[in-house]
């Protein structure tokens, strides 16, 4: 299993951004898929997730109607629109999957229930 993360960047406080994740070497469709952030000195915590069919995303409050998950399993695509982005925002940001269902807001509680992880993608917010 292969995860490698794109579209990270430097930008200003109110600014978007959309981050990538492309998989390989795994049945995309079988698998929950999340985004998750660390900043520095800081736990590594759970953003957003979807399920395989891509119906019901579950997102962390601190980032509710300002950031959309998505993913396309033709394409073993995943990615995040980050839109009204503020400093607090400024961590690395993963791509991480696991090969079951996805279990709702739970799964976004800790990096632990998820087994596969991308090398992380630097977004920086001033």
């Known amino acids: 299993v292969q995860l490698v993360e794109s579209g990270g960047g430097s930008v200003q406080a109110r600014g978007s951004l959309r981050l990538s994740c492309v998989g390989s070497?795994?049945?995309?469709?079988?698998?929950?898929m999340a985004w998750f952030r660390q900043a520095p000195g800081k736990e590594r915590e759970g953003v957003a997730s979807i399920p395989a069919s891509g119906g019901d995303s579950y997102y962390a409050d601190f980032v509710k109607g300002r950031f959309t998950i998505s993913r396309h399993n033709a394409n073993n695509t995943l990615t995040l629109q980050m839109d009204n982005l503020t400093p607090e925002d400024t961590g690395m940001h993963y791509c991480?999957?696991?090969?079951?269902?996805?279990?709702?807001?739970?799964?976004?509680?800790?990096?632990?229930?998820?087994?596969?992880w991308g090398q992380g993608t630097q977004v920086t917010v001033s």
């Open positions: 991480t999957a696991v090969r079951r269902s996805c279990a709702g807001t739970q799964d976004l509680a800790s990096s632990k229930n998820f087994n596969y």
């Open positions: 070497g795994f049945p995309h469709s079988r698998f929950c």
